[in-house]
Nanobody
Framework: QVQLVESGGNFVQPGGSLRLSCAASGFMFSIYAMRWYRQAPGQPREFVAEISDYNKTNYAEPVKGRFTISRDNVKNTVYLQMNNLKPGDTANYYC?????????WGQGTLVTVSS
């Protein structure tokens, strides 16, 4: 079955960097778009970034110029490089894919940005 497993979340000071990873299994990773979403406490889940099967990327306005999404189709992994982190980036970050017309989510990884 489809599995998405995120890792890399941590506590970081403002201005710092983190790289999140999402290891995918159970489907043909290379032909599917992948997304990152995030959910801050008490807030709805929101879109962060997307990468298509041919590496076209799209970003939410708040993260443009600071976050970079990428993928490794050999390792079946999607990454989110986050630079110049701000307290407003504090959230659980989730990996997403739409496989066989069904949405799949990882369990999330927590990013905390605070001084």
């Amino acid at each position: 079955q489809v599995q998405l497993v995120e890792s890399g979340g941590n506590f970081v000071q403002p201005g710092g960097s983190l790289r999140l990873s999402c290891a995918a299994s159970g489907f043909m990773f290379s032909i599917y778009a992948m997304r990152w979403y995030r959910q801050a406490p008490g807030q709805p889940r929101e879109f962060v970034a997307e990468i298509s099967d041919y590496n076209k990327t799209n970003y939410a306005e708040p993260v443009k110029g600071r976050f970079t999404i990428s993928r490794d189709n050999v390792k079946n992994t999607v990454y989110l490089q986050m630079n110049n982190l701000k307290p407003g980036d504090t959230a659980n970050y989730y990996c997403w894919s739409l496989v066989s017309a069904r949405e799949h989510w990882g369990q999330g990884t927590l990013v905390t940005v605070s001084s």
